[in-house]
């Protein structure tokens, strides 16, 4: 798998852009959503995505791997609940105001659930894909529940669920810079806080929704910034640090985060840090 190195991009103005939320998602759509192409190549790869493909996208981000699916001829649709800026990020890479577009073709993006992007009547889905890996904040798979649960009515039977989680800590070199979000945010117990990814998260997951389980791999997904502040913006953009900040400040989380990231730094400047992603494929009934 190719590895994905970030190329250098336009510095936000001002530490404070990273306390605004348009300037995180740009952030995030920028540098950091990027970081999961090959993962979501080989998910593609291995379910045939392409003109037959309906697919749909929980928690579809800035919509790069919907676009990805659209390329290979796929119709695609996506919600995004947790960012109204990424979301309009969305749309302006996948339904540009060129006024070309067929309207049965044109993605379909869309706040809160499922429901909103589907019109009664229409054919069921045949991928629903979930790529915010899970198994990095404590009770970070709860919303996925729900989310599948309004989903799975919409895909057809024996249709593809594809969710994804990180892979064993001692395989992600990141796990090394998000374990300072644990440190710095446990004064505010009750929090979203990182943990460990565990052996059966995503098969947890799929159980609670009632899906069979079908079949799961593993991808490398190597984090490349090109700098030590590319780095810092990208990782901020992911929403993982946001209980560190809460209960510290910006500045302390930024001095302590940039400090993890000095060993993965390379003589070059770029910061390189070797990962593991898994993804399990279950089915509907």
């Known amino acids: 798998m190719t590895p994905v190195l970030v190329r250098q991009h336009l510095t936000s103005a001002g530490d404070t852009s ?10 995030w759509s920028e540098i950091q959503e990027r970081m999961l192409v090959p993962l979501y190549e080989a998910v593609y790869e291995r379910l045939e995505v392409g003109p037959a493909t309906r697919l749909l996208g929980l928690g ?8 990805m699916a659209a390329s290979r001829g796929a119709a695609v649709a996506g919600v995004e609940a947790d960012s109204a800026e990424r979301l309009a990020l969305a749309r302006e890479r996948l339904q540009p105001e060129t006024g070309t577009s067929r309207a049965r073709s044109r993605p379909r993006l869309a706040a809160g659930t499922p429901e909103n992007v589907t019109d009664a009547g229409a054919p069921p889905y045949t991928v629903v894909t979930a790529f915010e890996p899970i198994g990095c904040l404590a009770g970070d798979s709860e919303g996925l529940g729900d989310l599948l649960a309004s989903a799975t ?18 395989r992600c070199a990141t796990s090394s810079v998000l374990r300072v979000a644990t440190k710095l945010a ?17 098969e947890e ?3 609670g ?30 929403g993982l640090f946001d209980a560190a900040i809460a209960a510290t400040d910006q500045a302390q989380v930024d001095e302590e985060v940039t400090e993890a990231l000095h060993p993965h730094q390379r003589p070059d400047g770029t910061v390189w840090m070797p990962n593991v992603f898994r993804y399990l494929i279950a089915r509907t009934p």
Do not use: M, N, Q
């Not at 009515?153 to 593809?160: T, Y």
């Open 18 to 27: 990273r306390a605004d939320l348009g300037a995180r998602a740009r952030d």
């Open 186 to 202: 446990d004064p505010l117990r009750g929090t979203a806080r990182w943990r460990p990814a565990l052996r059966d998260d995503l």
């Open 205 to 207: 997951v799929a159980e």
């Open 60 to 67: 579809c981000g800035s919509g790069l791997a919907l676009l």
């Open 209 to 238: 929704a009632g899906l069979r389980p079908d079949g799961s791999g593993r991808v490398a997904c190597p984090f490349g910034y090109a700098d030590l502040d590319s780095a810092l913006k990208g990782l901020l953009s992911t």
């Open 153 to 170: 009515p919409l895909a057809a039977p024996g249709a593809a669920v594809v969710l994804v989680g990180w892979g064993p800590p001692e």
